[in-house]
């Protein structure tokens, strides 16, 4: 298979997972199935995990248009705490033309835009995210996923990273306000919300949603069709290469890329090395599946799937048989 015909399934497949959560968006599941979804994948009443793309749950946070802003009805503080990390990923729902705005306010965007202006103790900030990049992006495709990792700095404001389609840029939002009870939200063109050639009033409800759990939008793309032969982030390559100490895998070219961090779950990177030994199917007894998600480390051997990893109670890698300190899920 060539690599731009890996592109093109990698997009396609992120085009339908947008397509996915917009209908969830626009239908959200009730009853049992809205309580039945256990890391994004729907549990049938007989207790197992459908394997069809086109019943995933993919859990998001709830937003709101106001206007020309997509805000979220959470604070930013509970949005990163319900993350349990320092991130907040933005999946687009459809092209847009420009690039959006980040709006941190000490006000929502419905309260904003109904008199909260007058507020003697109201401020707002925008910051142009296009223009922390080295290539600024003119604007987003459907399926793209941008990501700020809000860290927090010594008293007022946030150091933020921001990652959009292999592009990483760095800034600082200085202000001189508290940290606590402020807002996020993404101040878009009205010429994009509105002005669209074939006006869609469910894309203007729609035109942006945010995950909540990454590791959901991972199995998608591997039941969708994105196997393990691809690397997850660039899907052009064999994904040979494995981060210390947390054990996600990558090609060597989005290796290359990487300062300090992991992309997928933000640890810090103590080392890298190559992977040792691939297996096309599960290596765990009894199993034989194609689900190759798990790495042995420290040996580095590709050896199966997490069901029946969860299920092996040996010291010993089932490939290379060499003592192993964890199994780890590198989201492959």
Known sequence: ??????????????????????????????????????????????????????????????????????????????????????????????????????????????????????????????????????????GAKKGDILRFTFDDRANFGFNLKINFSGMQAKSAIPFTHPRTNLYFALQFNFRDLYCMPDFDFEDTLNPVSSLRDVSTVVQFLYRAGIKHEDCNICAQSLPLDVLFPCGH??????????????????????????????????????????????????????????KACKEYHEETCPVCKQPVSVFSYCFR
């Not at 779950?265 to 199917?281: D, F, G, L, Q």
Request: net charge positive; proline share 6%; hydrophobic share 35%.
């Open 1 to 138: 298979m060539s690599s731009g015909s890996r592109s093109k399934s990698f997009l396609e497949v992120m085009e339908r997972l947008a397509d996915v959560i917009k209908g969830q968006i626009l239908s959200p599941p009730r009853g049992d199935d809205a309580l039945s979804s256990r890391g994004g994948l729907r549990i049938q009443n007989n207790g197992t995990v459908t394997d069809n793309v086109n019943d995933a749950l993919i859990p998001v946070f709830p937003l709101r248009l106001e206007s020309n802003l997509v805000s979220f009805e959470m604070k930013l503080d509970e949005v990163l705490q319900c993350r349990n990390d320092r991130n907040v990923d933005i999946i687009f729902l459809r092209d847009m033309e420009q690039f959006p705005k980040l709006q941190i306010s000490n006000h929502d965007a419905k309260k904003m835009y109904r008199g909260g202006r007058k507020d003697p103790n109201f401020f707002v900030m925008e910051f142009d995210v296009a223009s922390c990049f080295e290539n600024p992006p003119a």
């Open 249 to 306: 895998t990558m090609c060597r070219h989005c290796t290359s890329k990487i300062t300090t961090h992991c992309p997928y779950c933000n640890t810090r990177i103590h080392s890298v090395k190559n992977m040792s030994a691939i297996a096309k199917r599960c290596q765990f007894p009894g199993c034989g599946c194609d689900m190759m998600q798990t790495i042995a480390l420290p040996c580095c051997c590709l050896v199966g799937c997490m």
